[in-house]
Structures are given as structure tokens and as C-alpha cells.
């Protein structure tokens, strides 16, 4: 086990670099030019070479990687923004980085609970109007963009919650924004609602396959009840798959949501790379590449390290 | 089971714990407020992208640094005038309307509690004009004498090469060198390409070559006097321009220093990271900058060092960063916000309006929205018939822009018919006479004279919009409404609309990579120049590369003109003739749909966007 987090630990760096390069590269072959703005009269050509020179962009693409490269390695330094001046890329994923990952958490616990009930329901009661509910749920919450889901929780929530019971201050979600814990419970809701309908549709059809099996079966003989079997020996079982979906789900929600980060006004890490992206904002794109794929490695490990320990017949070396 | 529960909840908890990491601090209490002066907050949809005042160029950091920064001169509640900031009055020109000396107010002090000398006028001034600043507007500075030379001198001393780029014309670069014969020699690099002269050394000489070329000198601590090249009408207009702050000498050199490197390189620098860190940023304006957490919000607390804080309506400022416009208009309703800059969306600005609802005022603003035609003689190696002016006259002659505004628009803009927005400069009178108005019929005769008849014969012209960024959609659904008209009503059999992203739309009207193209320009200062200047031949933003001997000899005998009606004049003859020309088709003049509530706030709206927000009072109910 040991060996096995040092061997992915230790390619991690090597892993990094080679993502870093590939995106700059794409980041380089993209068009535009992140130093022209709109309405500003556009200084000289020896100018916009001065600025660019401040982001160690006059020589050349290899030139520029080295010297990232390197302000990575011996100042943790990622560079600084072209379109926000004077802000370090550091600091951007480290004002921006704590809130996607709270959301993302919080999303993902949303999504285990609601999902594991729901497949739970299912399984204990197939064919049942709670079955059917919590299918049609499912459904719903596979197909519904965070958009419209987004805007319908916002909605209820914080708009008809103002409108028809205004006294009661307490039901009122805020309105977005990042200063509370209350702005947590829509969004967390709204990011975890897909997720929680892949788990619930593992988790059933997990059960379902694993309660007619024969260790299921035994235990039932031995006296188990129906409920004491489930929760005992099968859920273990049925929540292999759903481990292994946990991995990239957890580092999709904790890299922040575009959408969900824009309707609900959170200054997350997701509303920030994508701008970076239409900017060509080049050491900010890198940076935050650098920073997602470190806790996509990183939660991957994590649930092979999960599999080891909820089923001990998974050998990992 | 017990594993689970511990996943689930530990998840929780994580979660719970790393958001309260991460949430905004919540706002100190005001300080002592007997007046019930208390906050006005805004919302835009960005924060700012430099606030460093000397060298950015957006309207979202001006604002701000109107509140942090005064000049020497502000602007009146309202915009209409300017009254004194930090100078004691507004100046009269002497020296043949060349030198203005300005008095500086001895009670003016900077954050700290130091206080505003001519000399932190001097140093922010010459940090706008050093090359190394890489200033937007140090353009702007060039009506000082010597600001120009001094700028080129500097970019050559600390790279020679450079003065091929900063003076592309032989001769003038000739007569440049002439006049700093020692240039080349202190520029001077060896073998391996490193510099003769340390980074120090090049300093001492620019500090000089500063004191004895440029027309910004400090008699004394509160008297700063400034020489131009020429009289420039609007002088004192720039002395309210934030590139124009000054900055604290005493603060900012802490943070200043020499970039070095590979080959010694004399590029001087100021830690970019200072201008926005509440921590060390030093200002003389009303406000100073207490709280900045990125893409969240701002906030300004009154500068307990300012010298008229009696007469602001407010003590602190909020902006908050609310990039979905829905979002912030619920965030006004609720009672969160007490202005939104702008509403950008043009299908939502349209749903206020016409809802009449009552908070949305649509402001007019100084700016034009307009079509650009390539005028080089060739694109990709083939004629360019937009290169015949009747064609470009044809092709302006075919919008109709009452149904743009209309149709498309519709939250306040208005027809324009001229470059400069009519009625928004005083004493300049627009040339409507030589506009080209809607005339479908005399546009396709204009087309036929020139050799297309009916259309004939003109290749697919290829028509830029950006889809993202400044317009956005609007911008699309004009360019269709365009596209449409020239087909029909001119014939040409194919009009190509290329809609890419912001930055690619902006690199490709750079290199001229279109046929026409939308474009838009809000004026910085009340002169027509603000716009006139842009399609000068050797202008760098003259995309379009429209180039008229005509139309350059009239801006210049302007720029020459000490008589203001006299260079207004030639102005209005230069338009005239711009007009006429048609390198560009005026479309309308730009709006912002504001929202706030007129009965709680005055907020002395202009269409030059001069606000005073440090004199906005709030009457709550």
C-alpha cells in the first residue's frame, strides 16, 4: 500500500509537466492576442512588447515554459494575470480554490445521501411507487441542465420563499453571493442533484444484482433480516461502483462549476478558468490546469486507496 | 454502515470547514456616521482589471480610481464642468497658452497621512511617460513638451532597437538621433549583448534627460508647473483623467526597481501586486481601498486623511462583482444593491424598458457604435473594392439605423449620423450636413458608378463582429440586419458574417484581417480629437489603414490652432471630410440602461460617465 502511494506520488510531478506542456501548447496554437483590449486606444507595437516582456513573453514559447517551469519549482511562483493586472495566479486559485472545493464537497455529500437513498428505496421496494419516484427523480436529475436547475432552486428558494412569506426571514435563501453557510444550500443542491442520480441508478442496480446472490442469500438463511442483509453485506459490495465513479465526480465538483459559480454569483475557480480561457490568459490557465489535474491524480489515488479498504479481497500492488 | 455515515459526514464537515475558510469577510462597522451617511453599493459584472492609476485604461478601474485618487483637477457633480482637486483653482494658461501653474492645496494629504507635493504629480507623471511603465494612455502625456522625445529617448536608451518601432519614419528617426547625438553610444551593448552602461547608471541619465526635456517641473512642494508643445484646448480635461493621478513618491519607490536579469536590463519596475493590496497602497482621494477579495467585491472606506471628507455624501463604497445581470437585479430588488452600472444583456434591457420598469434610467452616452471599412488598396492579393470610396459610400448609405435602434437595440441609443456624438462637445458643431444618410436608391446608383452595378463584380465581402466580450450578441443580430440590406438592396451576392471571440476579434481587426467590421469608441476627454485622431494615417488603432493627406493636414493645422473656435473649426472640416470619405459607417450613439432607485439616489449621471460618487448621498426610507 505503501509503495503504492509513493510510486503514484512520485509520478505525479512528471505527470504534471507533461499536462502543463500539452495545454500551453494548445494554449499557444489558440488565436488571439491576450494583450489587445477594447476600448482602450491601442499603444504602440514597442509597448505592447514591453508588456509582454513583464510576462516573459517576448521570447518564444520554450523560453517562457522554462522560466514557469522554474519560478514553480523554486518560488512556488505561477506568474501573474494579463487580464486582471497586479493579481498573482496564486492567489486566484487561492481565493477561488477553498470555495469550489467547500461547494464541491458539499455538492458530493448532497449527491451520496440523496443518491444512496434513492438507490436504496429502489432496491428494497423495485416496482413500488417509491421505486418509481425515485427513477423519475433520477431521470430528471440526469437530464435537467444546472442551468435550469439552478434557476428553478433560486427560485423557489429565494424568490417565491420573499414573495409569499416575507416575515419569515429564516426561509429566505440568499441570494447568492459566498459569506455564509446559507449560501452553501442551494448551490450544493444544485451541483449535487446530477450526481446523486448516477449514484442512485449504481447503488439500485448494484443491490438488485447483489440480493440475489449467494453470499446474500446465506446470510438471510443464517436469520439476517432483509434490512440487516442489506446494510450489512450487500451496500458494502454495491458501493464499489459508485467508488469509482466518486473519483473524477469528486475533482469535477471541487474544480468548480461554470454555471453553478455564475447563477449563484460564487467566487469559484470555475467561473475563473473559463474566462481565462476567452482572455487567453495564459499563466492563469496554466496554473489552474495545473492545480485540477494535481486533484484529479490525487482523488483517484484516493479511491483506489477506498477500494483496498472496503473490500480487502482488491490487491492494489 | 458506520464507514459510510463517517465518509458522508466527514465530507460535510470538510466542506463546511473549508467554506469558512473561504467566505467574505463580512463588513467592519462604519465608523462614527452623526450625518447617517453610510454606504452606497453597486454591482457590476467585473472587478477591476489594473488599478494602477497611471497605466490602465478601462472604465470599470476608472471609476474606482476616481474614488481613490484625485487629480488636479475633478470633475463637477453632474460632469458638466471642472472645479479644483487637489490644485487650489483652475489655472490660466500664460506663455502664449502653452504653461499652466497649478497651486496645490497644502491641506491635501495622502492615506498615510503625508502630504501631496507637486513632487508625487512630477514622479506619477514621468512614470506614465517611462516606456517601461507600458502606460495605455501614456499617449496622452505627449501634449507636455518633450514628453514624446523624452518616452522615445528612454525606450532607445534602454533598447536601441526599440526606436525603430517607436519612430517608424527614416528621417524622423534620423533627425531624432540628431538631436540626441549621445543616444547610441549610452545604448550602447557589447559582444554578448549586454549592456555598456549598469541599469543605474542609464537611471542617472534619464532622470536628467527628464528634468531637462520634459515640461513638468515642481517650484516647490505646492506649486507644480506645467508647458505644452503646443496650446492644447483640452489640457485641463486631462488634468481630471486618472492616468493623470498623481502618486506617492515616498510609498511607491519602496516597490520600484530595477527588472535586471539576462543581459543587464535597465527596465525599471513597480511591483504590480501593490496598487491593489489594502495593506500597502497609499491614496489622496476620499476613499481608500479597505477589503479586495477577487471576482466577490470591493470596498472603500472614507480616507480619514482627505481634505474635503466634510462634503462627501457617503462613507464607504461597495462594489460588488455580480456577473449575471438577473442576479444582480434581484440582488436591487432585495434591497442588496443600490446601483447597477449597466445592463449589458440587450434582451434584458429591452424587458425593462418596455415593462416601463421604474428604475431603469437609460443614460446616453458620449460614445459612437460604427461599421469600419478596409481601405487598403489590396486584401490577399487581389483589389479591394471597399478601396473606392463609393462603395464604402454605398454601402454606409444602405443602413438603416432608425430600424437598428429600434428593432435591435432598443433600450435608449440613438441615431448617429456622425463619428463625434453630436451635441456632446461644447462650442463643436457636428458636420450633419455631410453625413451620408439612409438612401438605398442613391446607394445603388453609387455602386453602379463605381463599376458594380446591380451588385456585380463585388467578391463576398467578409463582415467582423465579435459574438463575446463588448456587445456581444447585439452585435450579430445588427451584422444581420446589415448583411440582409446589402444584399438586397445592393446586390452583392454574398456577405460572410465571421463572429470569433473577443481577443481573436480584436487580433484579427488589428492585423486588418476584414472587409468591415463593428467597432464602438466612448471618448476619454470632451474633444472631438478623442475620436478624429484614431484614423490618422500613422495612428496605430487606424485598422482600417484609411489614409487621406487631406483629412491628416486639417488635424495637424487643429492641433496647431491656438484660436479654440478656429481649431474646432478645422475639426468640424475634418469630420466633414471623414464624413464624406466613409472609412466608417456611424451607426448609433451608445446608451447605459443604469438601474437604481431615483428617489433614494442622485447620481449625477453624465454621458461622459464622470461621476462623483464620493458626493452621491443615499436617502434611505
Known amino acids: 500500500m505503501l509503495r503504492l502511494i509513493l510510486s503514484r506520488l512520485l509520478q505525479l510531478p512528471v505527470i504534471l509537466v507533461i499536462i502543463l506542456i500539452v495545454t500551453y501548447a494548445m494554449v499557444w496554437l489558440m488565436p488571439g492576442d491576450p494583450f489587445l483590449q477594447d476600448g482602450a486606444k491601442r499603444p504602440d507595437q514597442a509597448t505592447i512588447d514591453a508588456w509582454k516582456a513583464e510576462y516573459n513573453m517576448d521570447r518564444g514559447p520554450v523560453v517562457f515554459m522554462g522560466s514557469y517551469l522554474t519560478g514553480i519549482v523554486t518560488e512556488f511562483n505561477f506568474g501573474e494575470s494579463i487580464k486582471m493586472r497586479g493579481v498573482k495566479v496564486s492567489d486566484i486559485i487561492k481565493d477561488g480554490m477553498p470555495v469550489s472545493a467547500a461547494l464541491g464537497l458539499a455538492a458530493l455529500a448532497v449527491a451520496l445521501f440523496l443518491g444512496t437513498l434513492a438507490g436504496v428505496v429502489g432496491a428494497l421496494r423495485p416496482k413500488s411507487a417509491w421505486d418509481t419516484a425515485s427513477l423519475v427523480t433520477t431521470l430528471i436529475g440526469i437530464s435537467l441542465p444546472n442551468f435550469v436547475t439552478g434557476a428553478i432552486l433560486l427560485a423557489i428558494g429565494a424568490g417565491l420563499t420573499r414573495l409569499f412569506m416575507p416575515d419569515a426571514s429564516f426561509l429566505h435563501a440568499p441570494l447568492g453571493g459566498w459569506s455564509g453557510p446559507a449560501n452553501m444550500i442551494l448551490p450544493a443542491i444544485c451541483l449535487g442533484l446530477a450526481p446523486s442520480a448516477y449514484i442512485a441508478r449504481l447503488v439500485r442496480l448494484g443491490l438488485a444484482d447483489i440480493m440475489s446472490s449467494d453470499f446474500v442469500r446465506t446470510a438471510r438463511a443464517k436469520g439476517l433480516s432483509r434490512h440487516q442483509a442489506l446494510f450489512k453485506h450487500a451496500l458494502k459490495v454495491a458501493y464499489l461502483p459508485v467508488l469509482s465513479f466518486l473519483g473524477p465526480a469528486a475533482a469535477a465538483a471541487m474544480t468548480g462549476s461554470f454555471v453553478v459559480e455564475k447563477i449563484f454569483n460564487i467566487p469559484g475557480i470555475g467561473q475563473e478558468f473559463v474566462s481565462a480561457v476567452e482572455n487567453k490568459d495564459q499563466s492563469v490557465i496554466l496554473g489552474v490546469v495545473l492545480v485540477f489535474a494535481t486533484i484529479l491524480i490525487v482523488f483517484n489515488l484516493i479511491v483506489d486507496l477506498a477500494y483496498a479498504w472496503i473490500d480487502p479481497r482488491i490487491d492494489l500492488t | ?621
Request: net charge negative.
Open chain 2, 1 to 621: 454502515m458506520f464507514r459510510y455515515l463517517l465518509v458522508v459526514g466527514g465530507m460535510i464537515l470538510l466542506a463546511i470547514g473549508t467554506a469558512f475558510v473561504s467566505f467574505d469577510r463580512a463588513l467592519s462597522k462604519l465608523p462614527d456616521d452623526p450625518q447617517n451617511r453610510g454606504t452606497l453599493t453597486y454591482a457590476d459584472t467585473s472587478g477591476p482589471t489594473n488599478l494602477d492609476p497611471n497605466k490602465t485604461s478601462a472604465s470599470v478601474d476608472f471609476r474606482l480610481l476616481k474614488c481613490m485618487y484625485q487629480t488636479l483637477l475633478v470633475y463637477q457633480f453632474g460632469g458638466e464642468g471642472l472645479e479644483p482637486g487637489v490644485a487650489t483653482a483652475i489655472p490660466e494658461p500664460t506663455n502664449g497658452g502653452r504653461t499652466y501653474t497649478f497651486n496645490l492645496r497644502e491641506e491635501a494629504r495622502w492615506s498615510d497621512g503625508e502630504p501631496v507635493i507637486a513632487q508625487d504629480f512630477v514622479y506619477a507623471w514621468r512614470r506614465a511617460l517611462l516606456p517601461d511603465t507600458a502606460s495605455d494612455y501614456a499617449g496622452l502625456l505627449y501634449k507636455i513638451e518633450g514628453g514624446e522625445d523624452f518616452h522615445n529617448w528612454r525606450a532607445a536608451l534602454v533598447n536601441f532597437e526599440a526606436l525603430e518601432e517607436k519612430i517608424k519614419d527614416d528621417d524622423q528617426r534620423a533627425a531624432f538621433l540628431e538631436r540626441f547625438p549621445e543616444l547610441e553610444a549610452q545604448a550602447a551593448v557589447d559582444a554578448d549583448g549586454r549592456a555598456l552602461l549598469t541599469p543605474e547608471q542609464k537611471w542617472a541619465l534619464t532622470e536628467a534627460m527628464f528634468d531637462e526635456l520634459v515640461g513638468i517641473k515642481a517650484l516647490d512642494d505646492h506649486t507644480l508647473q506645467v508647458t505644452l508643445e503646443v496650446p492644447t484646448a483640452f489640457f485641463l480635461e486631462l488634468c481630471a483623467f486618472p492616468t493623470f493621478s498623481p502618486i506617492p513618491e515616498h510609498v511607491v519607490e519602496q516597490y520600484t526597481q530595477f527588472v535586471g536579469g539576462d543581459k543587464n536590463d535597465a527596465t525599471v519596475r513597480t511591483d504590480s501586486t501593490y496598487w491593489g493590496d489594502p495593506d500597502r497602497v497609499v491614496m489622496n482621494g476620499a476613499y481608500t481601498l479597505s477589503f479586495y477579495k477577487l471576482k466577490s467585491r470591493l470596498v472603500l472606506d472614507q480616507n480619514p486623511h482627505y481634505w474635503a471628507k466634510d462634503t462627501m455624501g457617503n462613507l464607504r463604497i461597495v462594489l460588488e462583482i455580480v456577473e449575471d445581470e438577473t442576479l444582480a437585479i434581484l440582488l436591487f430588488k432585495d434591497g442588496q444593491v443600490d446601483w447597477i452600472v449597466g445592463i449589458s444583456q440587450p434582451e434584458l434591457k429591452k424587458k425593462l424598458l418596455s415593462s416601463g420598469y421604474e428604475h431603469a434610467h437609460s443614460v446616453p452616452n458620449a460614445g459612437t457604435y460604427y461599421y469600419q471599412y478596409n481601405c487598403r488598396a489590396e486584401m490577399d492579393g487581389k483589389p479591394n473594392p471597399l478601396a473606392d470610396r463609393r462603395v464604402r459610400q454605398a454601402l454606409s448609405m444602405c443602413i438603416n439605423r432608425q430600424e437598428i435602434v429600434d428593432n435591435v437595440m432598443g433600450s435608449g441609443e440613438s441615431v448617429s449620423l456622425t463619428f463625434v456624438p453630436a451635441d456632446q462637445i461644447p462650442g463643436y458643431d457636428s458636420p450633419n450636413d455631410a453625413a451620408l444618410g439612409y438612401d438605398p436608391v442613391r446607394a445603388a446608383e453609387l455602386l453602379a458608378e463605381a463599376g458594380y452595378p446591380g451588385g456585380e463584380g463585388i467578391p463576398k465581402i467578409d463582415l467582423l463582429v465579435n459574438a463575446t466580450g463588448t456587445g456581444g450578441g447585439a452585435n450579430v443580430d445588427i451584422a444581420v440586419v446589415i448583411k440582409k440590406v446589402w444584399e438586397d438592396e445592393l446586390g452583392i451576392r454574398s456577405v460572410n458574417i465571421s463572429q470569433p471571440i473577443f481577443q481573436v476579434y480584436l487580433e484579427e481587426s488589428k492585423k486588418g484581417n476584414f472587409m468591415a467590421r463593428r467597432a464602438g469608441w466612448f471618448g476619454d476627454y470632451r474633444d472631438p480629437t478623442t475620436w478624429l485622431d484614431m484614423l490618422q494615417s500613422s495612428d496605430p488603432n487606424n485598422d482600417a489603414k484609411y489614409s487621406s493627406p487631406a483629412y491628416d493636414a486639417l488635424l495637424a493645422a487643429a492641433a496647431l490652432e491656438v484660436d479654440a473656435q478656429k481649431r474646432l473649426d478645422l475639426l468640424r472640416d475634418a469630420e466633414a471630410l471623414l464624413l464624406q470619405e466613409a472609412p466608417v459607417s456611424p451607426i448609433y450613439t451608445y446608451a447605459t440602461l443604469m438601474i437604481y432607485d431615483a428617489q433614494q439616489i442622485d447620481l449625477g449621471t453624465n454621458a461622459w460617465n464622470n461621476l462623483r460618487l464620493d458626493l452621491v448621498r443615499i436617502e434611505r426610507d
